[in-house]
């Protein structure tokens, strides 16, 4: 009798692990890839004068006659529009770069934040964790909004450093990509400290000992030891960062100037005020391919390595 139940266990287990597989990806393709379709969709599709302001494709309402027509006025005309108006090639790279600078400054910021927190005293640990995520409790706009009291010309810090004499006019920040950097490396910190704090409290703390009894300088033992097996919560924390920074929209609306151009302000521009949903939709699809590419290559290519070091 227990040998039939073990077998009938057996049998069982290939649906449970196919189920439990099967959640993740249901989870992708319901909140991803079919949103992901849909934009798509419209890239292919021609403006019109309507509501929605496209000519509407693989739609089986009017019947197959009509699905016919409507696959054969399909066309790439919007992604081609893209590479011929420099707007949006310039959107990109001037995205990339302020996320990227901006990634850059948050790692210098916040790799010291998360090292003290790993090596304070494991009774303070909880306390410092929940003031990291202690932002989250209040509104994302709101946040940014307190920035521009604080960055404005008669804002605090102006009025501040005045005060203390180090100033003699007020700095000239709101509306400027200065003011950008600061609203991204305030807003994203919390993604990269909680990931490299995770890295840092595993770390072995035997192992610089060991270098210490070895004569290593502990500044050269951070770099040797500390910082390599970091790495893991190094590039999480920068791509939590990175990916959302590029495609922002409300830091670079409300604390930019004229002169900022980022890709997510461009989309809404082509979106609300011209109302271009197939130009809009094919800036969206190619900023998309933009940053998933990048982290498959990379992905592999770490497993790779792994594989390689196993």
Known sequence: MEQVQTAAAKKRRPLGSWALIAVPYFWLLIFFLAPFFIVFKISLSQVAIAIPPYVPAFDLAGGWAELRENLSALSFENYVWLTEDDLYWKSYLSSVRIAGISTFLTLLVGYPIAYGMARSPKAWRPTLLMLVILPFWTSFLIRVYAWIGILKNEGLLNQLLLSLGL???????????????????????????????????????????????????????????????????????????????????????????????????????????????????????????????????FQNQQQKMAERDA
């Open 167 to 297: 100033i003699s006019d007020p700095l000239v920040i709101l509306n400027t990509n200065t003011a950008v950097y600061i609203g991204i490396v305030y807003s994203y910190l919390p993604f990269l400290v909680l990931p490299l704090y995770a890295s840092l409290e595993r770390l072995d703390i035997s192992l610089l000992e060991a270098a210490e009894d070895l004569g290593c300088p502990p500044w050269q033992a951070f770099w040797k030891i500390t910082l390599p097996l970091s790495l893991p919560g190094v590039i999480a924390g920068c791509f939590l960062v990175f990916i959302p920074a590029v495609g922002e929209f409300v830091i670079p609306d409300l604390l930019g100037g004229s002169n900022t151009l980022m890709i997510g302000k461009t989309l809404w521009v082509e979106f609300f005020a011209n109302r271009d949903w197939p130009v809009s939709s094919a800036v969206a699809v190619i900023l998309l391919l933009l940053l998933v590419i990048p982290i498959v290559l």
